[in-house]
């Protein structure tokens, strides 16, 4: 089980560069990768670039590039010229707003590819504007990672076309459909390698600017999708860091917790990185014990995640769940979120926890690779969480600078915490800290029950088993990417209700496997009894290009579902072994389910009982607000994705 990368897109993208040089050495070369360009070309072992050109209210940029070898521990600082903020300070790449006219400095310290300790200075010279177009933002990427970059329009600025132009580098197909935005996979490189992106934005005036932006392509060798020891197969693992230098933990958390070069025969031991739970004598960590185990791809995501700690972790669920777990990785590039038993480890996308427009403009707006997996079937399947009639996952116009308050964090990322911690506790119950071998890695612990089918999905489905063979299949298809056959091609919303309605799974994705059937369980019934906060299930008509949540049908639906007098014997089963401080007598507590009204549409739905009144809000949107909105509601129901079992361990 592994992720699938994005296929190359369409069409075609460009910047200008000034380089500085330093060192000697020639790039390695591993087919196919293209050959050094620009700066790499030189025969130098390192050096930096920087935009040249850049002028206020268009993107500024400077990267450190390694040509023989890796960079290690980019850090920036700035030297000179009016103060900006650097949000990719521990990247190769950086990027800012120059907010006036003048000379910028910086300097990078970092390790070259001998290992030698360096620091070099880049400096930039910004002209006046003013601009009509700015591009967000250049940054990093390892090489099979897939990138984004957004046009930002100035304010007021009718748009009439945004065109996408590649000035350097090995040449990349990009997914323009969305003119705003240009997504593409980073090629393999032989040396760390600039791609120089332009956009041409023509006004309803006919007025024209561009803007420039790079996108440094790291030279990062990842596991080979067919290397049967390796952890990571076939997987993307993008750069990460310690929030939290000084943490006891530091040196160790990328080597056990995230790297390409993770086998079955280096797994960390649990006295090198052990869980969280092994700390405090079984007592729950404080939030600092949480944050020495987080990783992150850029500082705001580990400061934000550590605001949701102390202000949203009311009664201390998220750190008594966090006890099984041994790092918590957050990552721009990390999508979907996921649990992974090999490391004992859970990775949640940066996306469910910017506050600002300048952390968002770092996160991948690349869709999950699943996103396509359904286009043969008929008919489409919905969740969203809501409390008082309204959805919690609160529209935020990916064209618009928008803050978001901190109460935010809960809503985007706690039913999230609680699916992926339920992963965590159920191959990491409770009842097994006490027996935990601190000479056995994570997984090693892990295994012999996994093995011996000991855990709680595994009672789960044997005491209270899904009998849905239809749902079942179809879960295959919709988040595996099994090709539908005639049958399931075939099925009508109002079929796949019939069996989705006589059977005891919360949601669609119950089905996929046990593990997901018993996170789901738990992830509903905690956001329902602690949060106060329900979760809507429908079966809909087909979501096509152009469908809105107001003109999307519902052919049957529920809320708190698994408040189901058929599902709560499941619900108290799993918290009793999953959250033994968890009250299961709140099980009998639950609401009775509310039903939807079919054939109305998923926006009216929103009011359950009384008539629909959120319709009218819905339609006061333009048709492109519309249908960015409901584009976020499927983005938020894709951000699960399926327990990860070592691909070394399932032969």
Sequence with gaps: MKSIGWSAMLAALGLGLLASCGGGGGGSSEPPPAPPSGLCATGVAF???????????????????????????????????????????????????????????????????????????????????????????????????????????????????????????????????????????????????????RATLTTTGGATDSDEVLVLVERHVQASPNDASALWAGDHVSRVFPFRSASPYADHLVPCAYDAAQRDSNLCPLSRLPFLAQQNGGAPPTVEQVMDRVLVSHDWLGRNFETFLRTQDTQGDFRRMLMSTTAVVLGTHVRPSFYFAGTGAIYLDADNLWLTPSERDTVSEVPDFRSDFDRDLQYSGVWRYVQNNQSIFVFFDPRSRVNRDATYLLYDTGWLMYHELGHALDFMPPSAYGALNNGLSAWANISPRFFAGQLASDALRLQFPLTSAALAGLAQVKFFGVTADATQRSYAPNEVALFFSADIATDEYNYSTSREDAAMTLEELLMNRRLNIQRDVAITDKIGAGTTSNTLIVRWGQRGRVGSAAIKPRARAVAQALVPWFNAGEVDNLPAPLQMRAGESWTANLALPAPPSARATEMALSVREQQARLRHELQRMAHQRHERTPLFLQR
Excluded at 142 to 165: D, E, K, L
Aim: glycine share 10%; with cysteine.
């Design 47 to 197: 050096g930096t670039v920087a935009r040249t050109q850049a002028r206020v209210g268009h993107n500024a940029a400077a990267a450190v590039l390694g040509c023989s070898g890796a960079i290690g521990a980019p850090r920036w600082t700035q030297t000179a010229g009016p103060a900006v903020t650097l949000l990719s300070d521990k990247s190769q790449t950086i990027s800012f707003d120059p907010p006036a006219a003048g000379g910028y400095a910086f300097d990078v310290a970092f390790t070259d590819p001998a290992g030698t300790a360096r620091t070099q200075s880049v400096a930039l010279d910004v002209a006046a504007g003013p601009s009509l177009l700015t591009l967000r933002a250049s940054h990093s990427v390892r090489m099979g990672g897939n990138a984004s970059v957004r046009a930002w329009p100035a304010a007021g600025t009718g748009v009439q076309s945004i065109q996408w132009t590649q000035l350097e580098g090995p040449a990349v197909s990009l997914n323009t459909r969305d003119p705003y935005v240009a997504i593409f996979t980073a090629p393999t490189v032989s040396s760390d390698t600039v791609i120089r992106l």
